[in-house]
């Protein structure tokens, strides 16, 4: 879920044309869970292949990448969460808890017939499995897209790769990597422009959003430290904020203050007991130098057995993603010869 900063951030629109030749850390989990949201059949169930192992992420994954990366040169880099803070078990357990919630309701609704509203609830419902994250390592590797799996949080591992200028920026619907360092934070790298929202049953248009965290730490008048501790007034996935105290509340009070150690005590008390911990999080990390992100060769043979065999999905629209590969590896060896002349 992340943290709600979004009364506070400062952002300027992109179109996808601006992001072209710039390589983006994806937070691939966050990706998944909203190809999970968006794909499915007209009752909300999920696509799957004949043994039932859910294949709507891989239909994302897929059709989504592959445009991004022939129509408009974006190269992209996915990075999968790993082991996550021991702090996050209570938001796991909210989010987990949430998800119930909302099949029960699926259900309840589809015993009505009412298909509306039983896909409003479906959305809510997805889970990524081990063996889901597998199958979409192996659709990346077959397709040469590179990814890495991160020892923790993928944001944080994405945070550090921006950082350490090795992609252009990080790539989330979340805040929480300009929290973790991004120097840069692209939010909304849609093809379709819109984001359904399932509590109100409809979509809403989107542009892609660029957050520069030196503009952003400057309009604020916060440094990277205040600005983690105005998201834990609020809440993050690692602490329960406080009860009446938005972000602008909470911006307001660090720009006073400076730091939760500094703030009144009638507020200060009613902070986490582990706001420390929780900062630590942020500002260091669990992170690697091990990773590589060098495109890998397009594998035809592979993609057809793994998606059109064992998956289930139909040659035609396979062939139409490798040959937007196809396309891009062309442009990409041609764009290398040029440089070299």
């Known amino acids: 879920m992340g943290v709600n900063l979004t009364p506070i951030i400062k952002w300027r629109n992109l179109t996808l044309k601006d992001l072209s030749g710039r390589i983006l850390a994806v937070d691939a989990n966050n990706a998944m869970h909203q190809f999970l949201s968006i794909t499915r059949m007209p009752d909300g169930s999920p696509f799957t292949d004949p043994s039932g ?23 992209l880099a996915f990075i999968f969460d790993g ?18 919630r909302a099949e029960t309701e699926r259900d309840e609704a589809l015993r009505k017939g009412d298909l509306h509203t039983a896909f409003s609830r479906a959305v809510m419902t997805g889970r990524l499995t081990r063996k889901m994250i597998d199958d979409a390592k192996q659709l990346l590797r077959y397709l040469g897209i590179p990814y890495v799996q991160a020892p923790g949080e993928a944001e944080a591992q994405a945070a550090y790769m921006a950082a350490k200028g090795r992609v252009w920026a990080a790539n989330s619907q979340d805040y929480d990597s300009i929290l973790f360092g991004a120097p840069r934070l692209v939010r909304y790298v849609t093809i379709q422009g819109k984001e359904y929202l399932p509590s109100k049953g409809t979509s809403r248009p989107l542009k892609p959003q660029l957050i520069e965290a030196e503009d952003l730490m400057s309009t604020l008048g916060l440094s990277r430290e205040q600005l983690i501790d105005t998201a834990i007034l609020v809440g993050t996935d690692f602490n329960k904020g406080i009860t009446g105290i938005g972000p602008k509340t909470a911006l307001r009070l660090l720009q006073k203050h400076g730091a939760i150690e500094n703030l009144p005590e009638e507020i200060r008390s009613r902070a986490s007991d582990k706001f420390r911990e929780t900062r630590e999080i942020f500002l260091n990390p669990s992170v690697t130098d091990q990773f590589s992100i060098a495109s890998g060769p397009l594998q035809e043979k592979e993609l057809y057995e793994f998606l059109c065999n064992q998956k289930n999905f139909a040659k035609r629209k396979v062939a139409i993603a490798i040959g937007r590969m196809m396309r891009a590896h062309a442009q990409s060896n041609l764009l290398q010869w040029a440089e070299r002349r």
């Open 53 to 75: 192992t859910v294949t709507s992420h891989l239909i994302g994954l897929l059709f989504r990448s592959t445009r991004l990366i022939s129509d408009f040169s974006i190269r």
């Open 83 to 100: 082991q996550p803070p021991g702090l996050k078990r209570l938001e796991i357990e909210k989010r987990k808890a949430a998800r119930e």
